[in-house]
């Protein structure tokens, strides 16, 4: 393993420890959590030279700037492809935070993936939408770039534990959307998924 590769491991480890930390309830689940962080971060200290007493990508002490995070537009004849989620039991389009180090179309495929079990062609970008709490019905600002996606029909595989179903619905007869996204917004995405147009702010 090459050292980039092996500090690529490690950072996506220390990640998905801190993730796991602000997530999980399950007391084991977070000892684990809190030892792979432990772990990972004396690794990045003494042997990458990242000093966490110091502004880093890793603590919280650094120069605020917006969350970010990917939506996707997958549609067939004027219908759209939503996952149900499990935490609400309502509808949105498949997506969710980036992960570090993944490129903002990497991120909007493996959301996809994940969400609604199928491997997208991420064709275009259509458009990047500031999501700040006076603006949205976010608790932190957020920068929210939405793709348009496509997808083969029969390459569907399994979803994670995060979905509860996947379905195509009208574009203009929805079921009830999560508030993850505002009307508004959704209706703005898909009129410029609709005209070919890209959006921002």
Same mark, same amino acid.
């Given at each position: 393993?090459?050292?980039?590769?092996?500090?690529?491991?490690?950072?996506?480890?220390?990640?998905?420890?801190?993730?796991?930390?602000?997530?999980?309830?399950?007391?084991?689940?977070?000892?684990?959590?809190?030892?792979?962080?432990?772990? %990972?971060?004396?690794?990045?200290?003494?042997?990458?030279?990242?000093?966490?007493?110091?502004? %880093?990508?890793?603590?919280?002490?650094?120069?605020?700037?917006?969350?970010?995070?990917?939506?996707?537009?997958?549609?067939?004849?004027?219908?759209?492809?939503?996952?149900?989620?499990?935490?609400?039991?309502?509808?949105?389009?498949?997506?969710?935070?980036?992960?570090?180090?993944?490129?903002?179309?990497?991120?909007?495929?493996?959301?996809?993936?994940?969400?609604?079990?199928?491997?997208?062609?991420?064709?275009?970008?259509?458009?990047?939408?500031?999501?700040?709490?006076?603006?949205?019905?976010?608790?932190?600002?957020?920068?929210?770039?939405?793709?348009?996606?496509?997808?083969?029909?029969?390459?569907?595989?399994?979803?994670?534990?995060?979905?509860?179903?996947?379905?195509?619905?009208?574009?203009?007869?929805?079921?009830?959307?999560?508030?993850?996204?505002?009307?508004?917004?959704?209706?703005?995405?898909?009129?410029?998924?609709?005209?070919?147009?890209?959006?921002?702010?």
């Amino acid at each position: 393993m090459e050292f980039q590769e092996f500090y690529d491991f490690v950072v996506k480890v220390h990640s998905i420890a801190k993730i796991g930390l602000t997530y999980s309830t399950d007391p084991y689940a977070i000892d684990n959590y809190k030892e792979l962080n432990e772990l %990972s971060k004396n690794m990045l200290e003494n042997f990458m030279n990242v000093k966490f007493d110091k502004p %880093s990508m890793f603590t919280k002490e650094v120069y605020p700037t917006p969350n970010i995070s990917v939506r996707t537009v997958i549609a067939k004849d004027n219908k759209i492809l939503l996952v149900r989620e499990a935490n609400s039991g309502l509808w949105s389009l498949p997506g969710g935070w980036c992960d570090l180090y993944d490129a903002p179309s990497k991120a909007a495929f493996n959301e996809v993936s994940q969400e609604a079990g199928v491997e997208p062609k991420i064709v275009r970008l259509i458009g990047v939408l500031e999501r700040t709490p006076h603006k949205s019905n976010q608790n932190v600002p957020e920068y929210l770039l939405v793709f348009e996606g496509d997808i083969d029909h029969k390459a569907f595989h399994e979803h994670c534990h995060e979905t509860l179903d996947v379905k195509f619905f009208d574009m203009d007869n929805l079921p009830d959307m999560s508030k993850k996204l505002s009307m508004e917004e959704i209706q703005r995405i898909f009129d410029a998924y609709r005209k070919g147009t890209v959006i921002f702010d």
